[in-house]
Every structure is written in structure tokens, then in C-alpha cells.
Nanobody, 116 residues
Framework: QVQLVESGGGLVQAGGSLRLSCAAS????????MGWYRQAPGKQRELVAS???????NYADSVKGRFTISRDNAKNTVYLQMSTLKPEDTAVYYC??????????WGQGTQVTVSS
């Protein structure tokens, strides 16, 4: 199993930046993809960004050019650098991993609030 611990959420003004971190432990050798989803009140959870072990990235159209996902395989940690934040980025952000056993694991979520 994989355990995920997130950090870095908070309150920021529009136009500001935040960096989220997610550290994985447990059977980390089985991780293929690491990434972030988010869920705003009253909305479905949506993919924000993902990154593979070979550093191939994928972004939601709404965050392209503003968010950057990166991964430190030595530390089993994934980061989400968020810049030029908008009020519509306000959500709970969840770290997730997908493993070789076709299993998803999720973090507990971290709140990001962007004030206008």
C-alpha cells in the first residue's frame, strides 16, 4: 500500500502563488503516475495535472501555463507549483498515485483558497 501526505495549501490573493507537496511512503516502487485532482464545492473532482515516472506531464486546460507539476523520484514526492492563481482555482486539492497493481491511492486533501 501507499500512504500520501500533502502539504502547502492555504489562503492567497488572486495573482499569487502556492506550492503543494505530496510525499509518498510504503510500496513506492509500484507507483507509475503521481498527480493532483481538485474538487470545488458543488462540483465534481477533476484532474489538475499528472506526471509519469518518465516525467511525461498532463495538465487540465484551465491550468496550462499557470501550474507546473514536478516529481522527485528520490524523495517519492510530487509538487504542484501554482502561479497566477484565480478565485476559480479555489478547491480542495488531492494528491493521488496510480500503481502497477492498477490501484489508486489518495491523500487527505489540502484546501486552497484564492481571494479576489
Amino acid at each position: 500500500q501507499v500512504q500520501l501526505v500533502e502539504s502547502g495549501g492555504g489562503l492567497v490573493q488572486a495573482g499569487g502563488s502556492l506550492r503543494l507537496s505530496c510525499a509518498a511512503s510504503g510500496t513506492v516502487f509500484s507507483i507509475i503516475i503521481m498527480g493532483w485532482y481538485r474538487q470545488a464545492p458543488g462540483k465534481q473532482r477533476e484532474l489538475v495535472a499528472s506526471i509519469t515516472t518518465s516525467s511525461r506531464t498532463n495538465y487540465a486546460d484551465s491550468v496550462k501555463g499557470r501550474f507546473t507539476i514536478s516529481r522527485d523520484n528520490a524523495k517519492n514526492t510530487v509538487y504542484l507549483q501554482m502561479s497566477t492563481l484565480k478565485p476559480e482555482d479555489t478547491a480542495v486539492y488531492y494528491c493521488y498515485v496510480y500503481t502497477t497493481t492498477n490501484t489508486d491511492y489518495w491523500g487527505q486533501g489540502t484546501q486552497v483558497t484564492v481571494s479576489s
